[in-house]
Structures are given as structure tokens and as C-alpha cells.
């Protein structure tokens, strides 16, 4: 596979170091529903971060901030050392790409002219296609393993092939982060672990910075290397699953009694629950 080539914008020098995507002190709320106060969560550079959590708890409004999706009513989202609000669209667009909960392809339109649209950030008013563009299209079907699928339509795909589509458009942005909100949802288990592989080859070959919001806690486990945890909008926990998925907390984040051993085959922390019997 070709790894993709790097995003030339550079972190800014004023940035912390380890520290691309930040967040302090943040508000979180739709309308008048407050989701979560002073919240604070800082996402290590090159790791696979996986915000974990129970369901309406929260992870996907932070995903939602951390890629200016929703504006906070107080507090600050950082990228790259400014506040995300004080670039515009575009280059927010060039530095971090998303893949959304819900996306939706125009009827018609092929696998390759649906990866094409991630270069719309780079695109200028007067500026042609380029070859650069075109090397941006292929790396990222490549990295995907999509190539021999970019003249099929993308609503005549299966889930599966559909969501790598959908990585690899964001992967053509040629961004150093990678935000993925819920990225195996509705997929059936082998989808889901190919997927995953996916973001983990993404992240260690490629060099990627990923976020993503998953709901299988032992998914999180063997996959990230970096968890938040969170609950009714506060963050509980954050670091290796080693050193923070304990029974304790699985029980108090996810009221969940449960015992945690080793992945025979990972060597993480893997979730047992307890029945009512145990």
C-alpha cells in the first residue's frame, strides 16, 4: 500500500507539544440543554484516541466541538496552538478531517468522484485539477483498498465498502487528524474489525492522528491506545486501557458489574460482564 503523503501544515510553534487538539474549560449545549460543563480533554499527537461511554453521555458533542461542528457556549477548542473558531473553514478543512455519525453520497456519483470531493479543501477559485490532486485520489483508495471499486456507484456498495469510501474521501483531504464519529455503526462484526484494522494501520503506518467515538468497550481496548471516558458529560478517565479500564470503572461509567482479564490474543484489557447468576 502507498502511505499517503503528510499534510505540509506545520503545528504552530506557540502550540504544547504533544498537544495538535485540545480543548479547555468547554460548555457544551443544544439550545437550552446544557451537555456537559468545563470540560477540559487534550488528545495526544499520533495516538488512536477512542472516546468511550454510555449512550447520551456526551462523546459525540466533544467530537462534535473538537471539529467545530457545534461552537461552545464558553471555553475554547485549540488547534495547532489558535483557537479552531479563528481559522477559516477551509483551513480548518486542510489541517483535520471528519467522518460524520450520518453521511450521505449524491445519487450517482462513483467511488472515485465521491473521494475527489476531499480535495474541495484545497481547491482555489482559478486552481485546475492537478496532478497532486489526482496522487491525493489514488493514495487514498490505495490506503483504503478501495481502487478496484472507483467506477462502481457508491449506493450499489455494501456497509462496509460504503464506510471505507467514506474514510477514504476524508483521507484525500491529506489532513494530520482524523475525527470518526461512531464509524461502525450498523456494520456487522467483520465489517466492524476491518475497519478498525483500518484506522490502526492508519494510525501506525500512515501516522495519522485519529479520534473516534466507538460504543464496543472492548473494541476501544484492543484498537486505541489512548481512551477518554466519559459519563452524564464529564470526562472520568483518560489514558492507556491498561492503565484505566479497571471493573471499577466499567461500573461506574457503564453501570456494567464485570470482570477484566487479558485478551489472549491482544494482551489488553478485555470485558467480561457478570450475569445475575455470578
Same mark, same amino acid.
Given at each position: 500500500?502507498?502511505?499517503?503523503?503528510?499534510?505540509?501544515? %506545520?503545528?504552530d510553534?506557540t502550540?504544547?507539544a504533544?498537544?495538535r487538539?485540545?480543548?479547555?474549560?468547554?460548555?457544551?449545549?443544544?439550545?437550552?440543554? $446544557? =451537555?456537559?460543563?468545563?470540560?477540559?480533554?487534550?488528545? /495526544? &499527537?499520533?495516538?488512536?484516541?477512542?472516546i468511550?461511554?454510555?449512550?447520551?453521555?456526551?462523546?459525540? $458533542?466533544?467530537?462534535? %466541538?473538537?471539529?467545530?461542528?457545534l461552537? /461552545?457556549?464558553?471555553?475554547?477548542?485549540?488547534l495547532?496552538?489558535?483557537a479552531?473558531?479563528?481559522?477559516? %473553514?477551509?483551513?480548518? +478543512?486542510?489541517?483535520?478531517?471528519?467522518l460524520p455519525?450520518t453521511?450521505?453520497?449524491?445519487?450517482?456519483?462513483?467511488?472515485?468522484?465521491?473521494? +475527489?470531493?476531499?480535495? *474541495? /479543501?484545497?481547491?482555489?477559485?482559478?486552481?485546475?485539477?492537478? &496532478?497532486?490532486?489526482?496522487?491525493a485520489?489514488?493514495?487514498?483508495?490505495?490506503s483504503?483498498?478501495v481502487?478496484?471499486?472507483?467506477?462502481?456507484l457508491? #449506493?450499489?456498495l455494501s456497509?462496509?465498502?460504503?464506510?471505507?469510501?467514506?474514510?477514504?474521501?476524508?483521507?484525500?483531504q491529506?489532513?494530520?487528524?482524523?475525527?470518526?464519529d461512531?464509524?461502525t455503526t450498523?456494520?456487522? !462484526?467483520? *465489517?466492524?474489525?476491518?475497519?478498525?484494522?483500518?484506522c490502526r494501520?492508519l494510525?501506525?503506518?500512515d501516522?495519522h492522528?485519529l479520534?473516534?467515538?466507538l460504543h #464496543?468497550l472492548?473494541? %476501544?481496548?484492543?484498537?486505541?491506545?489512548?481512551? =477518554?471516558a466519559?459519563? #452524564?458529560?464529564?470526562?472520568? +478517565? $483518560?489514558?492507556p486501557?491498561? &492503565? !484505566?479500564?479497571?471493573a471499577e470503572l466499567?461500573?461506574d461509567?457503564?453501570g456494567l458489574?464485570?470482570?477484566i482479564?487479558?485478551?489472549p490474543?491482544?494482551?489488553t484489557?478485555l470485558?467480561?460482564p457478570?450475569?445475575?447468576?455470578?
Open positions: 500500500m502507498t502511505t499517503l503523503h503528510k499534510n505540509p501544515a %506545520a503545528a510553534p502550540a504544547p504533544g498537544q487538539l485540545r480543548a479547555e474549560g468547554l460548555t457544551l449545549a443544544y439550545d437550552a440543554r $446544557t =451537555i456537559s460543563e468545563n470540560l477540559t480533554v487534550r488528545i /495526544p &499527537d499520533g495516538s488512536f484516541t477512542v468511550i461511554g454510555p449512550n447520551a453521555c456526551g462523546k459525540s $458533542t466533544l467530537l462534535r %466541538a473538537l471539529s467545530r461542528l461552537k /461552545p457556549t464558553a471555553g475554547l477548542v485549540h495547532d496552538g489558535r479552531i473558531s479563528s481559522y477559516p %473553514a477551509k483551513e480548518v +478543512a486542510r489541517r483535520m478531517g471528519l455519525q453521511s450521505l453520497a449524491p445519487d450517482g456519483i462513483t467511488v472515485a468522484d465521491l473521494v +475527489a470531493r476531499g480535495r *474541495h /479543501p484545497h481547491q482555489k477559485l482559478l486552481r485546475q485539477w492537478s &496532478d497532486a490532486d489526482e496522487q485520489v489514488l493514495d487514498a483508495m490505495d483504503t483498498g481502487t478496484d471499486l472507483s467506477a462502481r457508491v #449506493d450499489e456497509g462496509g465498502q460504503r464506510q471505507r469510501v467514506w474514510v477514504a474521501m476524508v483521507l484525500a491529506q489532513t494530520p487528524l482524523l475525527l470518526l461512531e464509524p450498523f456494520l456487522d !462484526i467483520a *465489517h466492524q474489525i476491518e475497519l478498525l484494522e483500518l494501520d494510525n501506525r503506518r501516522g492522528t479520534v473516534a467515538v #464496543d472492548n473494541h %476501544a481496548c484492543r484498537y486505541a491506545d489512548h481512551i =477518554i466519559m459519563r #452524564d458529560g464529564e470526562v472520568i +478517565a $483518560t489514558g486501557p491498561a &492503565d !484505566i479500564v479497571t466499567v461500573e461509567v457503564f458489574p464485570c470482570r482479564i487479558e485478551d490474543v491482544s494482551l484489557p470485558v467480561i457478570l450475569g445475575r447468576g455470578n
